[in-house]
Structure formats: structure tokens, C-alpha cells
């Protein structure tokens, strides 16, 4: 299961899968923000939009790589687990497949939207199995912008996995700007909370999923 083929070079593919073996935080002022249940987020400020820029480095036990994979791929099944998702789907657009992701914000902050690429790749790199996926945002005419949702046009993702134990270890960088009048408290409770929260629904959708039927 990949997105558009081409749509992002072997170099994006081979430093997501450096970043498991040798995290890249020299050379910029990544700042440690969190550190617990296994989980490790960094953050980088954005000079051009003040947003902070994430990477996640952590352990997730129990689940395989490929079971990972297929779990963050599988976007109908997402749909059962991530209480987040308002709408998920993704629709062939001149020759490529783009996802269309709407997610619920609360009250009284208006839902986000994105539309974007993304692909997976499954590497052997110096024998060592990695599943990669990258993400980004696109515009396409097919997917207008919705009245009373905020459209994100700043957004990408990558994430690596591999075998670690009995479980997985995960690499994942991200960005979005999701505009508006958010307040930084907010936007930092999210990545304090969000993505160690998000990886633990996770797991519990990777122990469901043989059983999603």
C-alpha cells in the first residue's frame, strides 16, 4: 500500500531510516520536551511561522513493524480508532492518490483539514528491515477548502520502523501550521500529550486489527 509513485525522492526514504540508528539534532537548536513511557519528542522552532517542528523517537512494544505499518497505512480502520477523525478518505486525482483528512478540534476552535501525499516503502538497508512512510500537503482543485474548517497547508510527516525486541522502535518527524488564533499553550499540550497518546491508540489498533472484521 503506497501513495503516488515518484512522489518523494530516495534521499527522504534514507534519512527517515538514519534518523532510528543516529537521531539528527546537531547542527540546530532542538530543545528536549518530553521524556516518558518510552516515548522521547524534540522540538525545533520555526523561524518563518514561530511553530515548533517534531521529532519522536521511541520504543512500542508488543507490536511488529509490519503490523505498524499497516495500521498507520489502513485508513478505514483509523477511522475506528482515532476518536480525532471527522473524515478520512483518500480519491485518485490527476494520475495520483491524495488523502483527504478533516479532524475534530475542540471547542471553540474550528476543525482542520488536510490534503496531502503520501507513500510507503518497505527497505532493506545494510539488512535491516525499515518501513518507511512520508507524508505532505498538496493543493488540488479537486479538494476546495470547506466553509467553517480551517484548511492546513503547512503540513509533513515521516515515519520509520523496525524490529527492536519484541516489539518496534519508531522514528517520526512532523510539521503543520494549523492556522488560526491558536494559543501556544494549546499547540504545545498537544505535542506533549497528543503524540504519546496518539502511539498508545496505536498499539491498541495494532492488537485489534486481526479482529476488525
Not at 478518505?89 to 488536510?114: A, H, I
Not at 518497505?122 to 505532505?136: P, T
Not at 484548511?151 to 519508531?170: N, T
Not at 510539521?175 to 491558536?182: A, M, T
Request: aromatic share 14%; proline share 4%.
Amino acid at each position: 500500500m503506497a501513495g503516488a509513485a515518484g512522489c518523494f525522492s530516495d534521499q527522504q526514504f534514507r534519512e527517515a531510516c538514519a534518523e532510528l540508528q543516529q537521531p539528527a539534532l546537531a547542527g540546530a537548536d532542538w530543545q528536549l520536551l518530553v521524556e516518558a513511557s518510552g516515548i522521547t519528542i524534540y522540538r525545533l522552532l520555526d523561524q518563518s511561522t514561530g511553530l515548533y517542528e517534531y521529532k519522536v523517537f521511541g520504543v512500542l512494544e508488543s507490536c511488529s513493524p509490519a503490523l505498524l505499518a499497516d495500521v498507520y497505512m489502513d485508513l478505514d480502520y483509523r477511522k475506528k480508532w482515532d476518536q480525532h477523525v471527522k473524515e478520512l478518505y483518500e480519491k485518485e486525482c490527476d494520475g495520483q492518490m491524495v488523502t483527504y483528512w478533516e479532524v475534530k478540534y475542540p471547542f471553540p476552535l474550528s476543525n482542520r483539514d488536510y490534503v496531502y501525499i503520501r507513500q510507503r516503502q518497505d527497505l532493506d538497508v545494510d539488512g535491516r528491515k525499515i518501513y518507511v512512510v512520508l507524508a505532505q500537503s498538496i493543493s488540488v482543485p479537486q479538494f476546495p477548502e470547506k466553509s467553517g474548517v480551517i484548511r492546513v497547508k503547512q503540513y509533513k510527516q515521516s515515519l520509520a520502523i523496525e524490529s527492536y525486541k519484541k516489539g518496534s522502535r519508531v522514528f517520526m518527524n512532523y510539521f503543520d501550521n494549523p492556522g488560526g488564533q491558536i494559543p501556544s499553550w494549546l499547540i504545545n499540550w498537544a505535542a506533549k500529550n497528543g503524540v504519546p497518546n496518539f502511539l498508545k491508540d496505536m498499539v491498541k489498533a495494532c492488537q485489534n486489527y486481526h479482529t476488525k472484521a
